[in-house]
């Protein structure tokens, strides 16, 4: 029987996940007190209960246009009436737009573009990449750092957790301190094929790369003619507040990837890009030496040139940098209020962590906020942390709203604690 009031509808789905998709999965998403999804638009979520969400996780980056921005769905409508999917054969006008696109706004002679499904498709690409330019084998990453989870971008990815399960991994990978220069310099050597990092480390709890460390790894790679590989498959596209994460220090990695926010909100799509001499060493012998059958699809591609057109028409790049000062000087305020609790407000643009002082308040606190209609997550490999990371569209208002959400949820979350302490005494 299909279900009849919300609540069937919540309990049947929950019960599925349970049976056929993830049982440890439906617990988690149950404690944090999320429903089931039924709708999006804009900078909101409905749930099977006609509630409406402020979404303050924007899949974890994926939603820097909002929910189907309109000028998106527009350009994916067309692809579907056109060709959504290529033959792989013919040449697709839609690809190469895209690539042209993408290599005017990246930095330096970041030229050549590969187009994949999703982030650890990019990273595996980059890294491939990166072992086929002199055959080296050592791939240097660090602790903390989320690459994805596929075994190659696992490999580089930094938290024992997911890790540990899988070994072995890809040999001669190691990983260094993050932020630290002369771990990087200890670790680098002519056997590096690549240095991997992220400009902030997202999942690792929205940790800053110093714009020094950036500049002293670009040296040390041209030192010792290893490849540096930036990870801007969460920073790509304005969520700094810079169009690029990188944009920051002003360096030229020999190696991007991008995804998440390059879908639009709503086709996958994955991308790396290199250098003329990177690509000419991976490529140049065998043009089909790295395939992905979807990659590239002329219905990605179309998306991802609108949503494009999006962020700079609406100029997302600086409301994200406005936006994003008046999320983090709001939390920061109300971090003055909590300081037994919260340890840290940080981040830049939209891309902005609260760091709790104990394991489990950010579990506790996100289930305050979700009753509260905001919906929030901690990062993957730092359970101390909630991310902020709403769409860039997000006005000033909405702002307002998720730091008053905020507000009482830690105060609650607050009374809860001290009610459970008292109990213990
Ligand atoms: C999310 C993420 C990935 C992995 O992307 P998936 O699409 O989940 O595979 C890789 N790198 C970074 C920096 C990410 O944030």
Same mark, same amino acid.
């Given at each position: 029987?299909?279900?009849?009031?919300?609540?069937?509808?919540?309990?049947?789905?929950?019960?599925?996940?349970?049976?056929?998709?993830?049982?440890?999965?439906?617990?988690?998403?149950?404690?944090?007190?999320?429903?089931?999804?039924?709708?999006?638009?804009?900078?909101?979520?409905?749930?099977?209960?006609?509630?409406?969400?402020?979404?303050?996780?924007?899949?974890?980056?994926?939603?820097?246009?909002?929910?189907?921005?309109?000028?998106?769905?527009?350009?994916? %409508?067309?692809?579907?009436?056109?060709?959504?999917?290529?033959?792989?054969?013919?040449?697709?006008?839609?690809?190469? /737009?895209?690539?042209?696109?993408?290599?005017?706004?990246?930095?330096?002679?970041?030229?050549?573009?590969?187009?994949?499904?999703?982030?650890?498709?990019?990273?595996?690409?980059?890294?491939?990449?990166?072992?086929?330019?002199?055959?080296?084998?050592?791939?240097?990453?660090?602790?903390?750092?989320?690459?994805?989870?596929?075994?190659?971008?696992?490999? $580089?990815?930094?938290?024992?957790?997911?890790?540990?399960?899988?070994?072995?991994?890809?040999?001669?990978?190691?990983?260094?301190?993050?932020?630290?220069?002369?771990?990087?310099?200890?670790?680098?050597?002519?056997?590096?094929?690549?240095?991997?990092?992220?400009?902030?480390?997202?999942?690792?709890?929205?940790?800053?790369?110093? /714009?020094?460390?950036? %500049?002293?790894?670009?040296?040390?790679?041209?030192?010792?003619?290893?490849?540096?590989?930036?990870?801007?498959?969460?920073?790509?596209?304005?969520?700094?507040?810079?169009?690029?994460?990188?944009?920051?220090?002003?360096?030229?990695?020999?190696?991007?990837?991008?995804?998440?926010?390059?879908?639009?909100?709503?086709?996958?799509?994955?991308?790396?890009?290199?250098?003329? &001499?990177?690509?000419?060493? $991976?490529?140049? %012998?065998?043009?089909?030496?790295?395939?992905?059958?979807?990659?590239?699809?002329?219905?990605?591609?179309?998306?991802?040139?609108? $949503?494009?057109?999006?962020?700079?028409?609406?100029?997302?790049?600086?409301?994200?940098? $406005?936006?994003?000062?008046?999320?983090?000087?709001?939390?920061?305020?109300?971090?003055?209020?909590?300081?037994?609790?919260?340890?840290?407000?940080?981040?830049?643009?939209?891309?902005?962590?609260?760091?709790?002082?104990?394991?489990?308040?950010?579990?506790?606190?996100?289930?305050?906020?979700?009753?509260?209609?905001?919906?929030?997550?901690?990062?993957?490999?730092? &359970?101390?942390?909630?991310?902020?990371?709403?769409?860039?569209?997000?006005?000033?208002?909405?702002?307002?709203?998720?730091?008053?959400?905020?507000?009482?949820?830690?105060?609650?979350?607050?009374?809860?604690?001290?009610?459970?302490?008292?109990?213990?005494?």
């Amino acid at each position: 029987m299909p279900p009849t009031t919300p609540e069937d509808l919540l309990n049947s789905v929950v019960a599925k996940y349970g049976t056929y998709v993830n049982p440890g999965l439906a617990r988690l998403l149950s404690f944090a007190g999320y429903g089931v999804e039924m709708k999006a638009e804009g900078c909101y979520i409905w749930d099977h209960e006609g509630r409406k969400f402020l979404d303050c996780l924007g899949g974890y980056g994926v939603f820097s246009l909002g929910h189907r921005h309109p000028k998106v769905v527009e350009a994916a %409508k067309q692809a579907l009436d056109t060709m959504p999917l290529g033959s792989k054969v013919f040449f697709s006008k839609s690809l190469a /737009d895209l690539a042209e696109r993408l290599a005017k706004l990246a930095p330096g002679d970041l030229n050549y573009s590969f187009f994949c499904n999703s982030g650890t498709e990019a990273v595996e690409g980059a890294l491939k990449v990166a072992k086929a330019f002199e055959g080296r084998p050592k791939v240097i990453a660090t602790y903390g750092g989320y690459h994805g989870k596929t075994i190659g971008a696992l490999s $580089a990815t930094g938290r024992e957790k997911y890790r540990e399960p899988f070994y072995p991994l890809v040999p001669e990978f190691e990983h260094v301190e993050f932020n630290d220069l002369s771990a990087a310099k200890a670790a680098i050597d002519d056997r590096t094929a690549a240095f991997i990092v992220e400009t902030v480390q997202g999942e690792g709890g929205i940790i800053l790369a110093d /714009d020094d460390y950036l %500049k002293g790894l670009r040296s040390l790679c041209d030192q010792t003619g290893a490849l540096l590989i930036v990870d801007e498959v969460q920073t790509g596209f304005g969520r700094t507040g810079r169009m690029f994460g990188i944009d920051r220090s002003g360096i030229v990695p020999d190696i991007i990837t991008f995804a998440k926010a390059l879908s639009g909100g709503v086709i996958p799509i994955g991308a790396f890009m290199g250098t003329p &001499r990177v690509w000419e060493n $991976a490529f140049g %012998k065998n043009p089909l030496i790295h395939t992905s059958t979807f990659g590239g699809n002329p219905l990605a591609c179309a998306t991802a040139l609108a $949503a494009l057109d999006v962020i700079e028409s609406e100029n997302l790049v600086e409301n994200s940098r $406005a936006r994003g000062e008046q999320m983090k000087s709001g939390l920061q305020n109300v971090a003055q209020a909590h300081t037994d609790l919260i340890a840290a407000v940080r981040g830049e643009g939209l891309m902005i962590g609260v760091e709790f002082t104990m394991d489990d308040v950010a579990e506790l606190c996100i289930a305050q906020m979700v009753k509260r209609g905001v919906v929030a997550a901690y990062t993957l490999n730092n &359970r101390r942390v909630i991310r902020f990371e709403p769409p860039l569209t997000i006005n000033a208002a909405q702002v307002d709203t998720a730091v008053t959400v905020f507000a009482e949820a830690i105060a609650e979350t607050a009374s809860l604690l001290s009610a459970v302490i008292g109990a213990e005494n």
